[in-house]
């Protein structure tokens, strides 16, 4: 009998496994031996916080980094193969969405493997339930380009998707959250939607959705700071 592939996620800050990680999902990571990691060191506090009864020493703990090498894959997936679960934990919120694990799941299924993936946070989909906008039609585009020209050619296509009804969600890494912001305050009009959600689960988590107009109008003391801050961006559509 072949293990499972689990997809394990975890907290979307420091410390939050507990409270957001139900008890279904704790019982299977405090079961699992075997773990593809993004980051080793981040697992390796994960699974000393949830308590995982076996020394964290004595775990078989993978790093396979932001894109692991195909030659590497099934070398992941031997334990599973000779009967172990295996789960994939990435930094923040779920493995495969937005982080790694989607290769090694599709090698997965190509072998024959029980993939499961277990309940937990995601800060796509809370960002998208805190936006207010369409939930039926949404796209992730992930992050937009750094070139400032092309930036704003995005963000305008963004913006004429959401005005369609097609909710936008993406993200940038977040020492650049606040130039970010500002470039979509500069370049989308004034009736467009633009909600926040930012530091979700943590005590000063904030998610709030304001017109860019709305936004423009507060003074720059009274605009969030978004410096180094975990934040997904939502152009909401409009729900028909």
């Known amino acids: 009998m072949t293990g499972a ?12 496994a507990l409270a957001t990680l139900p008890a279904a999902t704790l019982a299977l990571a405090r079961q699992t031996e075997h773990v593809l990691a993004e980051n080793a060191k981040s697992a390796r506090a994960l699974l000393k916080e949830i308590g995982h009864p076996r020394p964290i020493s004595e775990l078989k703990i993978v790093e396979i980094g932001h894109a692991p090498e195909p030659a590497a894959i099934d070398r992941c997936l031997a334990p599973a193969l000779a009967g172990s679960d295996v789960a994939i934990v990435s930094e923040a919120g779920c493995p495969g969405v937005a982080d790694p694990g989607a290769t090694i799941v599709a090698r997965a299924h190509a072998l024959g493997l029980r993939v499961r993936p277990l309940t937990g946070p995601s800060s796509l989909l809370l960002a998208l339930m805190g936006a207010g906008g369409n939930g039926q039609r949404f796209r992730f585009v992930g992050y937009l380009p750094q070139d400032a020209a092309q930036r704003v050619k995005a963000l305008r296509e963004l913006e004429a998707a959401a005005r369609s009804g097609e909710t936008q969600l993406f993200i940038e890494t977040p020492y650049r959250n606040d130039k970010m912001f500002g470039a979509i305050l500069a370049t989308c009009a004034p009736a467009t939607l ?21 936004w423009r109008a507060l003074a720059s003391a009274d605009r969030p700071r978004l410096n180094k801050r975990p934040a997904v961006f939502t152009l909401p559509g409009a729900v028909r």
Do not use: K, M, W, Y
């Open 194 to 214: 633009l909600s926040l959600a930012v530091d979700l689960t943590a005590a000063d988590e904030l998610v709030v959705t304001r017109t860019i107009a709305q």
């Open 5 to 16: 592939v689990l997809l394990l996620p975890c907290g979307l800050v420091t410390g939050a």
